[in-house]
DNA sequence: ATGAAAGCGCTAACAG
DNA sequence: CTGTTAGCGCTTTCAT
């Protein structure tokens, strides 16, 4: 009694009452079912002995646990799973719920044959955590685990080709343009596009992305440079493509770090940023876009807000509220720091 | 009946056989207490009902949940928090437990005042996790929170002053110490550390091993640069001292950051590294050290040992084993890349 | 307005 | 060897 956690019948005895009574105290279900006095007395020995309902009998009884579970690849390595979780938390706390992560490893929803996911959703299910977010650490498009579809889920960061599931995504799209539009508006007209493969779908939002702004502003598109993700990536390319009198005077950079391996590249062969040469990233990595010497302008993924938003999306389903969205396009943020800045004169064409 | 998971009940009416009897072969007490006719019909009809015990059940007749917590400080933006994280969830997993991560934000732990970090224990406490592990981002010494005491806990990447909970911690020092002889080694003598600040114990554990080493060699240690933990900071720290006819010959980074931060300086500086200067980070961090141009040698550290160990500690304690130890150093591994080479000639002094 | 009783799914002690 | 029983802590009818 002294030593484990007080219980309602705890508290019932010490009010007077019966343990129903204490239940529907706790709950608001009070309204025309406890006297007034009854009540106070019931609060005031709940207060006194601290009592705060098991969730372990709350959760037998109404078969719900008040925990969602997060299925994700790579949270181990990402700079940007932690964001997105965040985000979950974040929405989850706001209504008493908390998460459990499922990490199943970097080449997860890759193939057709989806086994570790279906596991590690199973796994989550068998626990019976109330709503399941799919999250991806880049934008993808992937076939929906079925175990997903019998209990309130959505997708964060990714999406189903048949459309099935809510998907809260990034207009990755629509940040490249304005990414784009940025520079053409600095006066560039030689504009590259370098990095990503094809492993994901960013690249092919964002070409278009850069596609679209380009041609708003009536210049001519450069081949972009596929050349992968990381600093290296970024370096290599850019020994290749900054030489020459040809060379663009801006690089739309498909992530912060091939960015970064840009910028490294661009001090080795003598040319200023943003003086000589304008780089613009993707992602606002932490630790990298605000740190580099220059700083990265760059267009923020808003990985926060998808999972926030995700998370609100199943908590609504779980309210009893119907869908009132089947997902949504979050905005970009573009964070200009020091790496852009106007066309340096005679580059005009 | 279809629609909901089938239950003990369900189980023991297609067996023919009572429900305790299903409860005892899915627990392995069925030795001596059930026919083997009834285990194997038992062991049936389960298989065919896909039978799963319903942890929200069990968790309420045993008190127990199966649920590990992890309270941590900023898990979304530290590039480390998921190593961690992810050796946490490898031990749990092995031994049928899931975690529960609480992020506290990045102030967490630091002043006198640790009630955002009680509120998040007691509200893991409150789901009843059967053992907790407090994790931070840098190395730590802490006072441990109240509520931690009270059920079976462990540190990881922190400590407490007191010795009250068992710490597994990296071997910073030593780790230091094998690092800065790497580079005497290569002849350096010449070494100079810089980065960190004097907000984590880290730097006093490096700084410690580095000059063992030093000393070891017969060598003088430099004064240090406190140059903070970010890129910039290197990058600026790097154009003061890289200046001049007495420059160090080798750098040792705080961390990883530092180091490419130097490292770009280095460039602008007409510095080949590592023809005229070896530069060698610490952390090994994903997407950073590996992908610098050159690569980064670097000490890199057991951020998913020490979620492991710390995960088994509370594991072995929770199944009534007696803590077989207080804690652990663990070892760094150092990864050579192209960062670092032999002391230029004419440099010895 | 109140309390008694049933039961969520499970396990452990005990009687047959 | 087997089945019955009692409860873990809670909520929700249903009588009173």
Redesign the pocket.
């Known amino acids: 009694m002294s030593t ?2 007080p ?3 705890d508290v019932a005895q010490r009010a ?9 105290v ?2 608001g ?1 009070a309204a ?4 007034a ?2 009540q106070e007395r019931i609060r005031e020995a709940a207060r006194a002995l601290d ?4 969730p ?3 959760s ?4 719900r646990t008040g925990i969602i579970g997060i299925v994700t690849d790579e949270i181990a390595s990402s700079p940007f799973a932690g964001k997105l979780i965040s985000g979950v938390n974040s929405a989850a706390a706001d209504r008493g719920y908390l998460s459990i992560i499922s990490d199943i490893g970097q080449t997860a929803f890759a193939g057709p044959g989806t086994v570790r996911e279906e596991h590690a959703i199973r796994q989550l299910i068998r626990r019976r955590v109330d709503a399941l977010i799919l999250a991806t650490n880049g934008l993808r498009t992937l076939r929906v685990p079925k175990p997903l579809l019998t209990l309130p889920a959505a997708m964060a960061n990714c999406r189903d080709a048949e459309g099935l599931l809510a998907a809260f995504i990034a207009d990755e799209r629509e940040g490249a343009q304005r990414a784009t539009e940025h520079l053409t508006a600095l006066g560039h007209r030689r504009i590259l596009f370098i990095g990503g493969g094809d492993d994901e779908d960013a690249i092919p939002a964002r070409l278009a992305g850069y596609h679209a702004a380009m041609t708003t502003a009536g210049l001519e598109s450069l081949p972009p440079v596929s050349a992968g993700w990381e600093i290296n990536d970024g370096f290599t390319a850019a020994q290749v493509v900054l030489t020459g009198t040809e060379r663009p005077t801006a690089v739309f950079a498909a992530n912060d770090r091939v960015a970064t391996g840009v910028l490294l590249a661009a001090g080795g062969l003598g040319l200023r940023v943003p003086q000589d040469l304008s780089i613009l990233g993707f992602d606002d990595q932490p630790h990298l876009a605000e740190a580099t010497v220059p700083g990265l302008s760059t267009m923020g993924l808003p990985h926060f807000d998808m999972g926030r938003q995700a998370a609100e999306h199943v908590l609504n389903l779980l309210d009893g509220q119907e869908s009132t969205t089947n997902g949504a396009m979050i905005h970009c943020h573009l964070t200009l720091r020091e790496s852009t800045g106007p066309a340096p004169a005679g580059f005009n064409c």
């Open positions: 484990s956690r219980t309602a019948r007077g009452v019966s343990r129903s009574a204490v239940s529907m706790m709950n279900t025309g079912n406890v006297s006095a009854a009592y705060r309902p098991d372990l009998g709350v037998l009884r109404q078969q």
